[in-house]
């Protein structure tokens, strides 16, 4: 394998990471995102303390809570059912994650304070499933003026130094460029709150190999908080976010950086508000994106044939089909999610088959290709350890599909002879429109380092931080969708 290009240095690694990397292309306008970068930002969105139980070191009981919905669009009412055990008062700060000159997030509103009253770890219903039946707590009407993006609200005792985060999403009926689809229903699957209560545990003991259940009869909710993160890397301060500071953020980070018109949303908008796809040029899948229902299948599948370009900044994504149920404490739709199987034929839609954990280089192999255009890479050069843990391979046999990039990885299962190959693909659709599959669960990792994100390290291996041949390679693809985009979305 061929080295780093020698003009490509750690002194230039460590500027691109110090220094906006803008780029021009020629269909950016103001839009209420750059409008929204402009206002002042704060740091203080982070979490400072934190206290896990002793018992599973995994979730906060002296403070936690979740929200009503995973999303929602201006004007509707959100519920935090929050617990403080033992009782005492806390306050919510609302903050907008974004750029805001690089701080992060943007202060919104603070809520309280509200008396804190513990509420109950709830028993098992059907198939395991945790379905808390907690009290609102506090209750807020999402302003008008709020912009779409990902919140969290940030839970503090007003006595003691303890905070949680509670996680949701605000939408916008309105055309934009980019719809970027937050990967819940994977940070929902990985759950354990409050104990051993993921779609991978199935109450037996695990064995030291850290072995996964992955069988039937396992049902997950989103009526409950998030507990710690845990897998390939632990990161407390993340606490009660899901995934999106690890793998989501970043992009989200980035792009508000380079004044991109985006608009958010949940994985469950995908199934029950499939609107979404049509006021959006590019839709985008990020980071951990293992699980869909067929519906969200047939929908941007819809919206692909339709127009509209896909960009899979992700790994791992549609591995695995899933049921959704109506939750039993509020007959809400899409609460409750149990896996059903392999979602086979993803390959015809993203362009690549999806695989589970591996690790390695991400090497150029169509270095002539536009997608590379300024990004000074010759075939055989490389971004190190950007492919993880989980990835994509195996090309489909699609028209003008073209391989952009390919390695062999260092994989930790074999399952097929398949496994361990990676590829990075980019097809033309048939209105004009195209698809771009990175291939990997690390990509954003390549485009940002904002505060409250931890880089990925553990045995599996590590990433090296923000590239601006990551940036370039994103920023090409995205001009280029804007450019021949034949939808009109405003």
Same mark, same amino acid.
């Given at each position: 394998?061929s080295t ?7 002194r230039?690694?460590?500027?691109t ?6 780029f021009q292309?020629?269909s ?11 206002r ?9 303390h934190?206290?896990?139980?002793e018992?599973?070191g ?7 809570g979740?929200a009503?919905?995973t999303s #929602?669009y201006t004007g ?7 617990s ?6 806390f306050?919510?700060?609302v ?13 919104m509103?603070? #809520? ?11 028993? *098992?219903?059907?198939?395991?499933v ?5 009290k609102?707590?506090a209750?807020?009407?999402?302003p008008?003026?709020w ?6 609200a940030k839970?503090s005792?007003?006595e003691?130094?303890?905070e949680s985060y ?8 309105r055309?934009?460029d980019f719809?970027?689809q937050?990967?819940d229903l994977?940070w ?8 051993? +209560?993921?779609?991978?545990?199935d109450?037996? @003991?695990?064995?030291?190999?850290g ?5 039937p009869n396992v049902?997950? =909710?989103?009526?409950?908080?998030y ?10 301060l993340s606490?009660g976010?899901?995934e999106?500071l690890?793998?989501e953020?970043? #992009?989200a980070?980035? *792009?508000?950086q380079?004044?991109?018109?985006v608009v958010?949303?949940s994985?469950?908008d995908v199934?029950?508000?499939?609107g ?6 590019v839709?985008? =899948?990020v980071?951990?994106?293992e699980y ?13 044939e ?7 900044? =992700?790994?791992?994504?549609m ?18 999610m149990?896996?059903?199987?392999r979602?086979?034929?993803?390959q015809?839609l ?5 695989f ?7 090497v ?11 990004a000074g890479?010759?075939?055989g ?31 930790f299962?074999r399952?097929? @002879?398949?496994d361990g190959?990676?590829?990075?693909v980019?097809?033309p ?6 698809v771009?599959n990175?291939g ?9 380092? @904002?505060p409250?994100h931890a880089?990925?390290? =553990?045995?599996?291996?590590r990433?090296?931080?923000v590239?601006?041949?990551?940036q ?6 995205f001009?280029?969708?804007?450019? +021949?985009?034949?939808l009109?979305?405003?």
């Amino acid at each position: 394998m061929s080295t780093i290009r020698s003009g490509f240095t750690r002194r230039r690694a460590l500027q691109t990471v110090a220094a906006p990397v803008l780029f021009q292309p020629g269909s950016r306008r103001a839009n209420p995102i750059g409008e929204e970068n402009r206002r002042p930002g704060t740091v203080e969105w982070q979490l400072k303390h934190y206290r896990f139980d002793e018992l599973t070191g995994l979730r906060s009981p002296r403070l936690e809570g979740y929200a009503s919905e995973t999303s #929602l669009y201006t004007g509707a009412k959100l519920d935090f059912m929050v617990s403080a055990d033992p009782a005492q008062a806390f306050h919510i700060d609302v903050y907008r994650t974004g750029y805001y000159a690089g701080k992060g997030g943007r202060h919104m509103t603070r #809520l309280g304070p509200f008396p804190g009253q513990p509420q109950p770890v709830p028993t *098992m219903g059907l198939e395991r499933v945790r379905e808390c039946r907690w009290k609102s707590s506090a209750q807020i009407t999402i302003p008008r003026d709020w912009p779409s993006g990902v919140y969290l609200a940030k839970l503090s005792l007003v006595e003691d130094p303890i905070e949680s985060y509670v996680i949701f999403i605000v939408k916008e009926n309105r055309p934009a460029d980019f719809l970027f689809q937050c990967s819940d229903l994977t940070w929902n699957s990985y759950n354990k709150w409050p104990g051993h +209560d993921s779609l991978y545990d199935d109450g037996l @003991p695990r064995p030291t190999n850290g072995h996964y259940y992955t069988g039937p009869n396992v049902r997950t =909710s989103f009526d409950r908080p998030y507990a710690r993160y845990g897998q390939v890397h632990e990161v407390a301060l993340s606490l009660g976010s899901g995934e999106y500071l690890l793998w989501e953020f970043p #992009l989200a980070y980035w *792009m508000e950086q380079q004044g991109y018109d985006v608009v958010y949303c949940s994985n469950l908008d995908v199934e029950l508000d499939p609107g979404v796809l049509d006021r959006c040029k590019v839709f985008l =899948s990020v980071g951990h994106d293992e699980y869909w229902t067929r519906r969200m299948y047939d929908h941007v599948m819809a919206a692909r044939e339709r127009g509209v370009s896909l960009a899979f900044l =992700s790994g791992n994504t549609m591995m695995g089909e899933i049921i959704l149920y109506n939750s039993s404490v509020t007959d809400k739709p899409g609460r409750v999610m149990a896996r059903k199987g392999r979602l086979a034929d993803e390959q015809l839609l993203m362009g690549v088959r999806s695989f589970g954990s591996g690790y390695g280089d991400w090497v150029v192999r169509k270095a002539d290709h536009w997608i590379f255009e300024g990004a000074g890479m010759r075939n055989g050069d490389y971004i190190p350890g950007l492919v993880g843990w989980e990835y994509h391979g195996v090309p489909a046999e699609l028209p003008g599909l073209e391989v952009v990039a390919a390695s062999d990885l260092a994989p930790f299962s074999r399952r097929s @002879p398949l496994d361990g190959k990676h590829a990075a693909v980019v097809f033309p659709c048939k209105k004009g429109n195209w698809v771009f599959n990175a291939g990997t669960i690390w990509w954003s990792e390549g485009l940002g380092n @904002p505060p409250g994100h931890a880089p990925a390290a =553990s045995r599996l291996g590590r990433t090296f931080g923000v590239d601006e041949r990551v940036q370039k390679i994103t920023a090409n693809f995205f001009n280029r969708c804007l450019r +021949d985009s034949p939808l009109k979305t405003s």
